[in-house]
């Protein structure tokens, strides 16, 4: 239970970084889209990267296969937190608008995760063999 918890806390900050940074930055995104969607891309990246290794602190094996879910965990819940953000309100889009302009940016998560697991991997079993 604890696991599944620390899970989904894990899974809403990666949600929420961006979203704060994106509400912050938003100002951008009318005169200069493109430099907005590059500061976002480099916030998604940057966010997965700190709360992967964060998450990766409390674990003593299985790495890759670890990553491969809280990759997919990560990503998943994004697209359902922003479902809920971007479905009505103000901030109402089509679900095709939506995919390509912030939802398939969130395909770079599991890619992130499972990178850094595989190093952890190859970590742990080098100094295994020290």
Request: proline share 5%; with cysteine.
């Amino acid at each position: 239970m604890r696991r599944v918890l620390r899970e989904l806390i894990f899974a809403f900050l990666a949600w929420l970084i961006p979203f704060a940074v994106s509400v912050c930055i938003i100002p951008l995104k009318e005169p200069q889209p493109l430099l907005f969607d590059s500061l976002m891309g480099v916030v998604l990246a940057c966010s997965t990267v700190v709360l992967a290794v964060a998450y990766f602190k409390r674990l003593a094996g299985h790495y890759v296969a670890n990553a491969v879910r809280i990759g997919v965990t990560w990503t998943v819940a994004n697209w359902l937190i922003d479902g809920l953000m971007f479905s009505g309100g103000p901030m109402k889009m089509s679900l095709a608008q939506y995919a390509s302009d912030i939802g398939l940016a969130y395909l770079a998560i599991p890619p992130i995760t499972v990178g850094l697991g595989i190093a952890a991997s190859m970590a742990a079993k080098k100094l295994s063999r020290e």
